[in-house]
């Protein structure tokens, strides 16, 4: 068993900042990638981005150079900083983790969400 647990969601202006962080624990001998997602009410939920153990890093085109993800592979945990938010960042951000138990068994964990809300 793996959880997942988010932090650091608000409300906060246009052109400001927020930082997630996502910290995994339980039975955990390695985890691949970490992601953050979002879903915005009455739409899909969408990769944000993503990163591998190895340090790779992929991001949404309506994201990119404005967010920075990182993670800390010593603490299981994952961090998104979002800068230049905009109203259309508005949305539920919610951390998932896929990787490898102690029990041999594969993991695709999420967390329980956290609002983030962009308005003036």
């Known amino acids: 068993q793996v959880q997942l647990v988010e932090s650091g969601g608000g409300l906060v202006q246009p052109g400001g900042s927020l930082r997630l962080s996502c910290a995994a624990s339980?039975?955990?001998?390695?985890?691949?990638?970490m992601g953050w997602y979002r879903q915005a009410p009455g739409k899909q939920r969408e990769l944000v981005a993503s990163?591998?153990?190895?340090?790779?890093?992929n991001y949404a085109a309506s994201v990119k150079g404005r967010f920075t993800i990182s993670r800390d592979n010593a603490k299981n945990t994952v961090y998104l900083q979002m800068n230049s938010l905009k109203p259309e960042d508005t949305a539920v951000y919610y951390c998932?983790?896929?990787?490898?138990?102690?029990?041999?068994?594969?993991?695709?964990?999420w967390g329980q969400g956290t609002q983030v809300t962009v308005s003036s």
């Open positions: 998932n983790g896929n990787g490898l138990g102690y029990d041999g068994a594969d993991f695709d964990s």
């Open positions: 990163i591998f153990n190895t340090g790779i890093r």
């Open positions: 339980g039975s955990i001998v390695i985890i691949n990638v």
